[in-house]
């Protein structure tokens, strides 16, 4: 079975680089949640949209921003990049009347 | 306001024994409940889900939980660990009226001495 993919798995950059993050979710889909996992913690809501909407905001960033496009897919894109922003980001997609969340395997970003 | 508590940061258990991981939950609805699993340096895998039907709850890899609302329990067991159980477990709920947002837990470490 299909499911949800991110690119790149792996990322590395320099402080005050730019970033973009890349979801794609399982097909027919409609909804896609924005993850933020600092080491040792559990995953922080970042953002979610529903049908290119978006539905929620959680604790992102100013620096962040995202949209989801016309397929459904979803880009985080990052700026003015932090140390702290190292992480695991992670998509998740759902069809929003299963209230069920499939994650993707995550994008490891790295700035140092 | 939901939120979730996750009694133990680590639990140690050898491999054959049984496995308790305990998760309380606070919500003002109904809620769903679920239980993920993230192996070392790995992505977020879905054990099982309480999504108010049958209570008792059974998983992937012989995992299983009781949705307790008496108690706000939700416990995740399994009978005999595996070495391969090794990984940090995440106690999440979510509620319609929250338009389905998690709220995770601070997860459990399990480790499985051999």
């Known amino acids: 079975a299909a499911g949800v993919i991110q690119s790149p798995r792996h990322l590395i950059k320099e402080k005050r680089e730019t970033a973009t993050l890349k979801c794609y979710p399982i097909p027919r889909h409609d909804t896609v949640y924005w993850y933020q996992q600092g080491p040792g913690q559990d995953p922080q809501f970042l953002i979610s949209?529903?049908?290119?909407?978006?539905?929620d905001k959680g604790s992102i960033p100013d620096r962040f921003s995202a949209q989801q496009f016309s397929d459904y897919h979803s880009e985080l894109n990052m700026s003015s990049l932090e140390l702290g922003d190292s992480a695991l980001y992670f998509c998740?997609?759902?069809?929003?009347?299963?209230?069920?969340?499939?994650f993707g395997p995550g994008t490891r970003l790295t700035v140092l | 306001a939901q939120s979730v508590t996750q009694l133990d940061s680590h639990v140690s258990v050898s491999e054959g024994t049984p496995v308790l991981l305990r998760c309380n939950y606070s919500?003002?609805?109904?809620?769903?409940l679920f239980w993920y699993v993230q192996h070392p340096n790995k992505g977020l895998q879905l054990l099982l889900k309480?999504?108010?039907?049958a209570t008792l709850v059974k998983g992937i890899n012989g995992f299983e939980a009781e949705f307790k609302k008496s108690e706000t329990s939700f416990h995740l067991t399994k009978p005999s660990a595996h070495m391969s159980d090794a990984a940090e477990y995440f106690c999440v709920v979510s509620e319609e009226d929250s338009n389905y947002q998690l709220i995770w837990g601070a997860g459990t470490k399990l480790i499985i001495k051999p």
């Open positions: 309480y999504t108010s039907a």
């Open positions: 998740a997609s759902s069809f929003i009347s299963y209230n069920e969340q499939f």
């Open positions: 919500s003002s609805y109904s809620p769903s």
């Open positions: 949209f529903y049908e290119k909407m978006q539905s």
